[in-house]
Nanobody
Framework: QVQLVESGGGLAQAGGSLRLSCVAS????????LAWFRQAPGKEREFAAA????????YVSDSVKGRFTISRDNAKATVYLQMDSLEPEDTAVYYC???????????????????WGQGTQVTVSS
């Protein structure tokens, strides 16, 4: 059974940085895609970034490109989201998600992922 546990959320000022972590446990991750989504109050869950566990290839949404970086640590079975130049609009609950396999195109919809963490709150003040 896959389990995803996020940490690292909190309060930051505009222009500041936070790093989120997601520890994955369960079956081997070699074929998996891990991603970060976010959901602001009253809005749909939005894709932020994804990474192929085996190769480390990444894909970042245009809305956070140049400010957010996704990476992973194989030994720790952990995926990170480094968030720089934070803006108040980045305020949301951030979720880690796992998809069992990559099928030739980057999965960017929430329904494409089978497993989810509990979420971690990020609040950016102006």
């Amino acid at each position: 059974q896959v389990q995803l546990v996020e940490s690292g959320g909190g309060l930051a000022q505009a222009g500041g940085s936070l790093r989120l972590s997601c520890v994955a446990s369960g079956p081997p991750l070699s074929t998996r895609v891990l991603a970060w989504f976010r959901q602001a109050p009253g809005k749909e869950r939005e894709f932020a970034a994804a990474i192929k566990w085996s190769s480390g290839d990444t894909y970042v949404s245009d809305s956070v490109k140049g400010r957010f970086t996704i990476s992973r640590d194989n030994a720790k079975a952990t995926v990170y989201l480094q968030m720089d130049s934070l803006e108040p609009e980045d305020t949301a609950v951030y979720y880690c998600a796992l998809r069992r396999s990559y099928l030739g195109s980057w999965p960017t919809t929430a329904s494409s992922y089978q497993y989810w963490g509990q979420g971690t709150q990020v609040t950016v003040s102006s």
